[in-house]
């Protein structure tokens, strides 16, 4: 498909699977699936459709394959994108976590995902299944809330850890306001005590001035692009303030010069890259 026209978005708005026939080589399905899942590590954009193509791997349709190739379309009219890192940038942790609520038809279940930002820089990110069915989507985004409070606490812990404290507590933004009061609320609310343990893990942080937690509107909301399938102009916007941009100078290497061996070649004479000193354009 090296040849073939590129699709402007990884994901079609709508699709129908309801008299799609049985895809008949799964093993090809699942060998490009499976080779798709690892653009994830530095393509968040592609993360909501890798992660919704997986939960078919083992029954698939002529429409997942579809698709799947819709993705590798996607992916060849950004074959020279990546993630922008800015070298002067604050040192704020910061997040933002979203959930389509019963948004998989087949069990109902609401997907969770989120980003998280140091500065300008986004440093990780989640798209993924809630494991069971939330009954409200008050249930659902503040599910999303703690698994993003944990991300958040694990991260200050590895900041701190490599000698990047954290001077202010993390802020996380979320556009339900009834989960955003469950934070402050010091009244359990009977019809969510099937969530208390979740309740109590992200009031807690909140309680020690650990986490702020603060509304964003739904049209600024960029975990968006973890949850649902979004049109051209969204997605696009949305991929710009994380900070996804074309590089067609740089490759996976960055574009790095190893100064060191070319001015005392003899110095490292195993040619290990971690021994020289690297120069990446805009990266630190």
């Known amino acids: 498909m090296g040849d073939i026209k590129p699709m402007s978005t990884p994901m079609a ?59 590798l379309r996607y992916v060849q009219g950004t074959i020279d994108h990546g993630l922008r890192i800015v070298r002067d940038s604050s040192l704020q942790l910061y997040a933002f976590s979203d959930s389509d609520w019963a948004g998989f038809p087949v069990t109902r279940r609401s997907t969770t995902g989120f980003y998280t930002f140091l500065g300008a820089n986004c440093i990780s990110w989640s798209a993924k299944k809630q494991p069971t069915v939330a009954r409200s989507s008050t249930e659902a985004e503040y599910r999303v809330m703690a698994t993003t409070t944990a991300e958040l606490t694990w991260l200050s812990f590895l900041l701190r850890d490599i000698g990047v404290p954290q001077l202010k507590p993390a802020i996380l933004f979320c556009d339900n306001l009834s989960a955003l009061h469950m ?58 303030k994380l900070g996804m941009c074309a590089h067609p100078q740089l490759s996976l290497r960055g574009g ?25 354009k805009g990266i630190t």
């Open 13 to 71: 708005l709508r699709f129908d699977s309801s008299i799609s026939e049985p895809f008949t080589d799964i093993t090809l399905f699942r060998s490009l699936v499976a080779a798709l899942h690892y653009l994830t590590i530095t393509r968040p954009d592609i993360s909501y459709a890798i992660n919704s193509v997986c939960q078919f791997m083992h029954a698939p349709t002529t429409t997942h394959f579809c698709m799947v190739k819709r993705i």
């Open 183 to 240: 934070t402050v609320s010091p009244v359990f609310h009977a019809r969510t005590k099937h969530v208390e343990l979740d309740y109590h893990f992200v009031c807690e942080k909140v309680a020690l001035c650990l986490l702020i937690t603060r509304f964003v509107p739904s049209h600024r909301q960029l975990a968006d692009v973890f949850t649902k399938p979004l049109s051209r102009r969204d997605f696009h916007s949305i991929c710009i």
């Open 256 to 280: 790095v010069r190893q100064e060191a061996s070319l001015e005392h070649p003899s110095e490292h004479p195993s040619g290990d890259p971690l021994h020289h000193r690297s120069t990446v």
